[in-house]
């Protein structure tokens, strides 16, 4: 019995491995928003050679849908995580896009280093390179939400909806103001600011332009005491004399499913105007 | 230390080498102890000391009960040694509650007892105290209970040895199965590699896996929307699907645990009961109670239900029982009030069954009518579940209003997928029993497909685990 068990798992893995070598089913998203992070972080590390350009924040970057991106560009805005995740990966994969656009939002948040460590474990790293099968991207659940997301509405990708509830908005926005009532740890802030410093100038060797943007929120929640004091403290430390900003407002109407993540019409909007920042020379103040 | 993590499978494969040495078979017993001992100080080490302590007092006690001549002086010590691992559950597990609810919070800078009651739950403290308790009360109904092969009349040394292996066995130190004193003593002795039951430890081991690496992690990852505030956002129908999901998510979550000790046991050559016994095909709420953490059910009944009457006195005075024993085993589960309400919701389902329990929805054997009995506790004891995902009992009062007003709100079907192809493999456990249980003349030719099944799992343990999660468990 224990033979046989063992002779159908090894088949059954040797199966799959060949069935996902020879097919490479375009995956875009996953079961979950854990999922959707690994699957962003495994095209960027495996997919190919390194990309023009990425896409570096939190929840609110990874609202910028995939098809609006296009080809050449990666989005590593990461659920859950700080934009210096994504500068960490970009980092430790050694070859650098050549344009780089940092969301600053989040850029308060304790980056989870715990999360980076587990990425390039090894001897997983290695092996997820050459055995597509033990990626994330492939996990059999992965493979079937995706071929069922692509049958019933002909795309993969996870589309986020305008909120059509007002009473259920409004009820989300007022969570959110709380939330956003106070500031973030000051010294937490001050140590990811200089350890993003610490990476724009090791990728300024490789003439990788940096673009700065902030992704945009309701308007009534722009002035709250924690996006004003990030806002603050990132043009401190790269003001507009030395930096490259993107300086495009909130489009007229703007559509924030919970007053900070914009649904997938809007985000693919501002894509459009943010990747047309000219960074030729810095801005002047 | 968890189960899933790798640097579990690296202590196991350590221990199981030592243990079957030629030279380490006289001391596999202080092997398995100072296993236990590392197992459980990896998490909380200074917890350590309280576990000792109450198998201490337990060893000691129950030797006191058990050498004892006199009847009074045996009572004394068995209420003696009862009270006292009451008294420890109480004080370590309810002390903040009950703080919390008569009086001003204590913090850790409130003397002696602020800081004790501020230390966290200690991991397992609800299930080795119930060890305690059925040691204690074993001895005192047959003082034979506690013999070993090799030490029939154990000294107080043995004694002390032998509890401390059952009460830190580290395959059922944190979360079970509860295995009596009485069963588990017995077992002590010296283990052959050759007497291993590998088939079905690896069997438990591959379902038990699967079941909480595949199913309860993945399911975690979609069912956490079923958490306040986020719950307050979805549909009415959403909320009912991340209900189920939950269902579907504390079964794998439980049972996949319950198989794995049961495994690793197997693997030392210790055999712990089983704890489910697919559970969610239940007719009535009696019958689901000796499917789902048959071990509890078992202990409650034994040192709880029994004593206290039983059904032998009348209705009015099983009912109370029956509302007892489940409000105090629900409080069992946790140090919150919502627990007592989840095990009210169960004491009051066994009393309305035994009410109706002569109609003739309850007699009837057709098809019909044994699906619509099935439906109805799947989807109580579904319902009930809320109070366990969310314990604070205005969160769960907001789901059951959100779950009434919010049928305006869009259906998102991602996570219903989601939770679908996870539950999926919970109904096909279940539904593969049924078939089992019919038999026919085409179960022998199914049977030989297990093979196929166990290997198909084992690879999609390898190829579709979740992130890594405690076992939900743990925090009782």
């Known amino acids: 019995m224990l033979r046989n068990i063992a002779t159908a798992a090894i088949v059954a893995l040797g199966f799959y491995a060949a069935l996902i070598a020879l097919w490479s089913p375009d995956i875009r998203s996953g079961q979950d928003q854990e999922s959707d992070v690994a699957i962003a972080v495994e095209r960027f590390l495996y997919d ?96 079937v939400i995706s071929l069922l997301r692509r049958a019933a509405r002909g795309r993969d990708e996870v589309y986020y909806p305008k909120v059509a509830d007002e009473p259920l908005h409004d009820a989300l926005l007022a969570h959110r103001q709380g939330l956003l009532a106070a500031a973030p740890d000051a010294a937490v802030l001050e140590r990811n600011l200089a350890e993003v410093k610490r990476f724009s100038a090791e990728f300024a060797t490789g003439a990788t332009e940096l673009v700065f943007f902030e992704m945009p929120i309701d308007p009534t929640l722009e002035q709250s005491p924690a996006v004003v004091a990030v806002r603050r403290a990132a043009h401190a430390a790269f003001p507009r004399g030395a ?33 047309k920042t000219a960074c030729d020379r810095p801005q002047p103040e | 230390m968890l189960f899933t993590e790798p640097l579990f499978f690296g202590f196991f494969v350590l221990v199981f080498c030592l243990y079957y040495l030629p030279a380490m078979r006289r001391h596999q017993l202080p092997l398995l102890l100072v296993a236990s001992f590392f197992f459980y100080a990896y998490s909380q080490p200074y917890l350590l000391l309280l576990l000792v302590i109450s198998a201490t007092v337990s060893a000691a006690t129950s030797y006191a009960v058990m050498v004892g001549e006199r009847r009074e002086r045996k009572l004394a010590w068995t209420v003696a040694g009862v009270g006292l691992n009451i008294a420890i559950l109480g004080f370590f597990k309810y002390g903040g509650l009950i703080e919390r609810s008569f009086s001003a919070s204590l913090g850790p800078d409130d003397g002696t007892l602020g800081a004790l009651l501020s230390l966290p739950l200690p991991i397992g403290i609800s299930f080795y105290t119930f060890h305690g308790i059925s040691l204690i009360v074993d001895v005192s109904r047959n003082r034979d209970a506690v013999a070993t092969p090799e030490a029939p009349h154990p000294t107080a040394r043995e004694h002390l040895r032998h509890t401390l292996l059952y009460l830190t066995f580290f395959p059922q130190l944190v979360a079970g199965p509860i295995i009596k004193a009485h069963n588990f003593y017995p077992q002590i002795a010296p283990k052959r590699f050759a007497a291993v039951d590998w088939t079905g430890a690896v069997k438990a081991l591959i379902v038990g896996y699967f079941l909480k690496r595949v199913v309860a992690d993945n399911l975690h990852n979609t069912t956490y929307l079923l958490s306040y505030p986020a719950l307050l956002t979805q549909s009415s129908l959403n909320l009912l699907i991340f209900d189920l999901g939950y269902s579907a998510q504390i079964f794998a979550d439980f049972a996949g645990y319950s198989l794995i000790a049961i495994g690793l046991a197997k693997l030392l050559g210790y055999e712990l009961p089983k704890n489910f016994n697919f559970p969610y095909i239940s007719e009535s709420f009696s019958e689901f109670w000796t499917r789902w953490h048959m ?182």
């Open chain 1, 48 to 143: 190919g050679p390194v990309p023009y350009a990425a896409i570096v924040g939190s929840s609110q970057a990874a609202r910028i849908p995939r098809s609006a991106l296009g080809a050449g560009v990666a989005n590593l805005g990461l659920a859950g995580e700080s934009p210096l995740v994504g500068l960490e990966i970009i980092a430790r994969r050694g070859q650098i896009p050549r344009r780089l656009y940092i969301e600053i939002n989040n850029i308060g948040d304790a980056p989870d280093a715990a999360f980076v460590d587990a990425i390039f474990a090894e001897p997983r790293y290695t092996l997820k390179r050459f055995v597509k099968a033990l990626r994330t991207t492939y996990q059999p659940a992965n493979v």
């Open chain 1, 243 to 275: 930096a490259c900003w993107n300086d495009d407002k909130a489009p007229p109407g703007l559509a924030a499913t919970d007053g900070i993540h914009l649904d997938s019409d809007t985000a693919a909007g501002f894509w459009a105007k943010l990747a």
């Open chain 2, 295 to 476: 071990s509890l059910s078992a202990w409650l009944r034994e040192y709880l239900y029994y004593p206290l009457g039983g059904n032998r006195r009348g209705a009015g005075r099983t009912y109370l029982n029956l509302m007892v024993v489940m409000c105090l085993g629900g409080l069992w589960h946790g140090a919150g009030w919502s627990y007592a309400l989840w095990g009210g919701c169960h004491g009051l389902a066994l009393i309305a069954e035994r009410l109706v329990h002569g109609s003739r929805f309850y007699a009837s054997r057709n098809v019909a009518a044994r699906l619509a009995r099935a439906s109805l506790v799947f989807g109580f004891v579904t319902l009930v579940w809320v109070f366990f995902r969310l314990p604070r009992i205005g969160e769960a009062t907001a789901f059951f209003e959100a779950l009434g007003e919010n049928w305006h709100l869009p259906f998102v079907p991602g996570s219903a997928m989601v939770i679908a192809l996870y539950a999926a493999p919970v109904i096909a456990y279940h539904g593969w029993y049924l078939r089992r249980r019919a038999g026919g003349a085409t179960w022998s030719a199914e049977r030989r497909l297990e093979p196929v099944i166990y290997g198909a799992l084992a690879s999609t343990i390898l190829l579709n685990a979740g992130p890594i999660h405690a076992f939900i468990y743990f925090q009782f």
